[in-house]
């Protein structure tokens, strides 16, 4: 692979055009996946299998997905005809942790542990192996820790010592009544939890529905103050990267 330009693909490409985003991802790295969290960010896959068929999918099991999720997962592989890398945390940090706190400690004393056994770290060890990742993030999820998000950024949280791991994020500017309108006219799979009014969709314990006009964050880990309410695969959103 000849050097990634991160300046130049920013600046060639509308920020809205999240097809072509996808497109030029796929087009410039061969060891390139894409992270799937069973929700909207379907629409990652729809995209991305229209450009190329062998298209890298990966998702994070983290034990406490909703039933609709782990269906939802199924429903997608079969749809796409794609095999989905499902990613589980390491049984033996999770053992301890669960024998030495239960099932439910982040309600006492937050997110952050069982995030990082259950999602940060199998993330971690899944990036090692990969030149660049695509995300569903999109600017709108947030009450702030998005908003500077690129549509292609350096992931200085994720990167090897030797080498730079990019980070692109093909959603960045869209909204997501944008999303929704591409899932009805492609007529895309989605998680049926968006029809009990979930939007944000994570594990069972700390994702609820949300009512009319509540932004969709407040469906998260809402014992939380919000400046918090980032599960650590993002990280680079809270705390200022090179790139940024
Ligand atoms: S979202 Fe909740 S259950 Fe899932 S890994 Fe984070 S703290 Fe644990």
Not at 131 to 144: E, F, L, M, V, Y
Request: hydrophobic share 35%; with cysteine; glycine share 4%.
């Amino acid at each position: 692979m000849t050097e990634f330009d991160i300046n130049h693909f920013i600046q060639s490409n509308d920020t809205t055009a999240a097809q072509k985003i996808i497109h030029s991802a796929l087009a410039a790295f061969d060891n390139i996946a894409i992270s799937f969290s069973g929700a909207e960010d379907v629409v990652l896959i729809d995209m991305a299998v229209k450009a190329k068929k062998n298209v890298q999918v990966f998702s994070l099991d983290t034990g406490r997905l909703p039933p609709e999720t782990y269906q939802f997962l199924e429903t997608v592989r079969k749809h796409y005809n794609l095999p989905i890398h499902i990613l589980s945390p390491d049984k033996e940090e999770l053992d301890k942790f669960t024998h030495e706190k239960g099932l439910f400690s982040f309600f006492e004393d937050g997110h952050k542990q069982c995030c990082g056994i259950r999602k940060v770290a199998p993330l971690r060890k899944k990036l090692l192996s990969l030149d660049a990742w695509i995300t569903g993030q999109r600017k709108d999820q947030s009450h702030g820790t998005r908003n500077q998000l690129n549509i292609v950024e350096e992931d200085t949280t994720f990167s090897k010592d030797d080498s730079t791991l990019y980070k692109f994020n093909p959603l960045a500017d869209w909204s997501s009544e944008d999303v929704w309108n591409y899932i009805k006219m492609f007529d895309v799979p989605y998680n049926p939890l968006h029809q009990k009014g979930f939007i944000s969709i994570g594990c069972e314990p700390c994702t609820r529905a949300v009512l009319p006009n509540q932004h969709e964050r407040e469906g998260r880990w809402w014992w939380e103050e919000t400046e918090h309410k980032e599960c650590g695969l993002h990280i680079g959103n809270l705390i200022p990267t090179k790139s940024s």
